[in-house]
């Protein structure tokens, strides 16, 4: 998810009664709920695509679960008696524990991965132990209705806590909604799913609910075949609607699906991916992955999750050295070179 929505569970939580176990527990708290993504300094030294293969890893994993909070708690723990040391440490302020610093930094590394499963981007989160990527296909990654739900909940509490009122309610009744809203997204996401499987004719190819920003009740569907025999496909893009319930297909055009285990696409990117740090990082982010011809024939690494017809993104990366040649003119090639070998055997 975004950092505001990052921000925003962690002065939630504090605002539930959290930030009074200790003192800087606020900052302990929506600090920790940010943290994990420290490893978007990786841009600073990752070139294009070279990130998708490193963020959302190392340091969303267990070890980094307890390293990060500790980092953290300690460094607001010192800062803490350097104000002391200086005498300019606030007053008001509760007294600090060390104890409770890294329990609320902890609190608050946990928040992060927990959302950053919820959408399809998807979240390495037993790094460094195991590379798999889990998806929870839940809620678009920039959710505005969270944004209102929680920001409106943080303004309430604290303008609840100034006039000496209970200030803790509002904040609690705000997480319970928001994780029931994320159930019934869940729920949609569930329903969207089996509509999408019961229109698939083949076996092998399968289905991604993926959530649409603002109209969380609306599901685009992302068909791909991850085990597929065929080398080629056309992926299809659908729209599951709550209220209708029905799929409406939307094929689409000049696209071929990237399949692994494929001959020709599957060796090419494969042995490009040997020589290509790009293509290497792609790969080991992309989940439903396929090839496009580019206008000047080359060769174009892309993700259907993040597919964007008019234009070349992030999500794309040029296979080097590969020229573009359509199935059917593949096919037709194959065939006229089995003939010529059959006439030369003659």
Known sequence: MDNLTHSLVGALLGQAGLKKKTGLAMPALIIGANLP???AACFFWL?????????????????????????LAG?????????????????????VSFK??????????LTHPALDWLNVYGIRLLEPFSSEWFYGDTLFIIDIWLWALMGFATWFSLRREKRGEDWKRPARVAIAV??????????????????????????????????????????????????????????????????????HDVSSTNVVVFVENGSSSGSSARQAAAADKQVAAFLIWTRTPFVECSPDGGV??????????RARDRFTVELPDVQCVPPENRHRDESQAMRQSSDGGR
């Open 37 to 39: 993504d420290v490893d």
């Open 47 to 71: 070139e294009g695509a070279e990130h998708l293969g490193f963020r959302r890893g190392i340091t969303h994993g267990p070890p980094a679960m307890v390293l990060l909070p500790m980092i």
């Open 75 to 95: 460094l607001l723990y010192g800062f803490d008696r350097w104000q002391a040391k200086r005498g300019k440490r606030p007053e008001d302020r509760l007294p």
């Open 100 to 109: 409770w610093l890294f329990l609320l930094s902890f609190i608050g590394c």
């Open 178 to 247: 928001a994780l029931a809203y994320i159930g019934v997204n869940g729920a949609i996401t569930k329903v969207a799913e089996c509509h999408a499987f019961a229109r698939i004719p083949q076996s092998e190819v399968s289905a991604i609910a993926s959530p649409l920003p603002i109209k969380f009740w609306q599901r685009e569907i992302i068909w791909h075949a991850p085990h597929a025999e065929v080398e080629f496909a056309r992926p299809l893009w659908g729209f599951w609607t709550f209220d209708e319930g029905l799929l």
């Open 300 to 309: 174009l690494l892309r993700d259907a999750r993040f597919y964007d017809p």
